[in-house]
């Protein structure tokens, strides 16, 4: 039986830090443990056993990494503003460990094992030039002995300049990554499976094994992270006892995130839906996009019907409004949490912005949203934020300098007063010998 725990600490991460079991109302009995809190643990390929809600899907996977601190803890998000009995809490996707951080840990450790497990020597992948799944893989890679390739996509204007040292570039050129520059104009006209099979082709002619991960890590192998996620929120929510969640919210860049929880939400005992809110294209073009995911798994379901695809792009994908970098701000100083500019932060401008415009489609449910990590990317908004972030002063300090200098005035008046005292015994006392000496000789 599980102890009688309150709802916070079991959805902590020091929760994982033991193995329990319990027997949720379904008769399953399951335990949390966390691999990487055992010693060797981390950093270790393991076989995959998939829940058992998911094991007739297509493509199971047999292997995976240890590359994440999971579970990522669950707790309650005081959001200004919502609706009259709505409450959100947030999955800390953002603590699954700091150059991993976010969903493309839960990818990679399925991908990683698969390259691994294909004799791979090298991976090659793609993204924007602040792409969080670059700098999250070139660490997978590092991590399994693997060097990274990335075709990173930037304005036309520095395309041929050194792309520096902001952000993911940091982590990604400390890494030893090799960088490949194209302009997002030849990234739209050739598409990403062209560039990664021409870098292939150009890395099998030098006598290397190239393993190629989609864009964003979406693929039929990746979403499985995100069907993992749903097991470990269902064991951290059977843990509690007293919450169930009626909608969860994530970004959408790529799809497979949004995939994988939707399907996984459908098939476990979880059935909260999901809304993906979309930073780059429309909302059409991730129904699609979504349904191609869920048909390589599971063949039968309808996007329309286990996702709401909604909008946040807003000016495009990785570009920010004054409003929207406002709005990271002030809920950053309100809550203490920080969102990154490009994923969560977008899809938690336009949730709450969805919730001001139809209170009454939200009022009474309970909210989970899954911060996707990538606050690397704020580095990138730097000269964006500067007018926005708090702001600063030159420490007053002539208080504390009178006191000071009166203090030195005191402590120099009492060594003048202490010299003047102890001259003044002296001469007295060379006074007095004096007139001793005088006495004798008068006698």
């Not at 799944?133 to 990274?148: G, P, W």
């Not at 570039?169 to 302009?183: F, T």
């Not at 509690?240 to 005992?269: E, M, R, Y």
Request: glycine share 10%; charged share 20%.
């Amino acid at each position: 039986m599980v102890p009688n725990t309150s709802i916070h600490r079991l959805f902590s991460t020091h929760v994982a830090t033991r193995r329990w079991t319990s027997t949720a109302a379904n008769g399953v009995t399951f335990a949390v443990s966390s691999p990487a809190a055992q010693v060797g643990g981390f950093l270790s390929k393991k076989p995959y056993t998939p829940p058992s809600w998911a094991s007739d899907l297509s493509l199971v996977p047999s292997h995976k990494f240890t590359l994440g601190q999971f579970p990522t803890p669950i707790h309650k998000w005081n959001l200004p503003n919502l609706p009259n009995d709505t409450e959100v809490w947030i999955k800390r996707d953002d603590l699954a460990g700091m150059e991993l951080s976010g969903n493309k840990v839960r990818k990679l450790e399925f991908l990683m094992a698969d390259a691994v497990a294909q004799g791979a020597n090298c991976v090659i992948t793609v993204g924007g030039i602040q792409s969080n799944h670059c700098r999250a893989t070139a660490m997978a890679a590092k991590y399994v002995n693997l060097d990274s390739y990335l075709i990173l996509a930037t304005s036309t204007p520095l395309v041929d300049k050194d792309p520096g040292l902001v952000g993911n570039l940091l982590v990604e050129r400390l890494l030893g990554a090799h960088i490949d520059l194209v302009s997002k104009r030849e990234f739209v006209k050739f598409g990403s499976v062209a560039l990664t099979d021409l870098l292939k082709k150009r890395l099998l002619e030098k006598g290397l094994k190239p393993y190629v991960i989609s864009g964003g890590g979406s693929s039929s192998l990746g979403h499985w992270g995100y069907i993992e996620a749903v097991r470990e929120i269902e064991q951290q929510i059977q843990l509690s006892g007293d919450i169930q969640f009626d909608d969860i919210v994530v970004a959408c860049g790529s799809g497979g995130t949004v995939a994988g929880l939707a399907l996984g939400s459908q098939l476990s005992s979880l059935k909260a839906k999901v809304h993906g809110f979309s930073v780059c294209y429309n909302s059409g073009y991730f129904y699609d996009n979504v349904q191609g995911h869920i048909d390589e798994l599971q063949p039968g379901l309808n996007s329309h019907d286990i996702v709401s695809i909604e909008d946040a792009k807003g000016l495009g994908y990785a570009m920010s409004t004054a409003e929207e970098l406002e709005f990271v701000k002030d809920i950053a100083a309100a809550t203490g949490i920080v969102l990154d500019p490009v994923y969560s932060g977008k899809a938690a401008y336009g949730m709450l912005k969805a919730m001001s415009n139809n209170p009454t489609k939200w009022k009474g449910r309970k909210v989970l949203f899954v911060h996707t990590g990538g606050l690397l990317g704020l580095y990138d908004k730097v000269d964006q934020l500067s007018s926005l972030v708090g702001s600063w002063r030159r420490m007053d300090l002539e208080e504390i300098v009178h006191a000071k200098m009166a203090l030195v005035r005191y402590s120099d008046s009492y060594a003048i007063s202490f010299v003047l005292e102890r001259n003044s015994r002296h001469f007295i006392c060379l006074g007095a010998f004096s007139l001793t000496l005088v006495q004798g000789k008068s006698e």
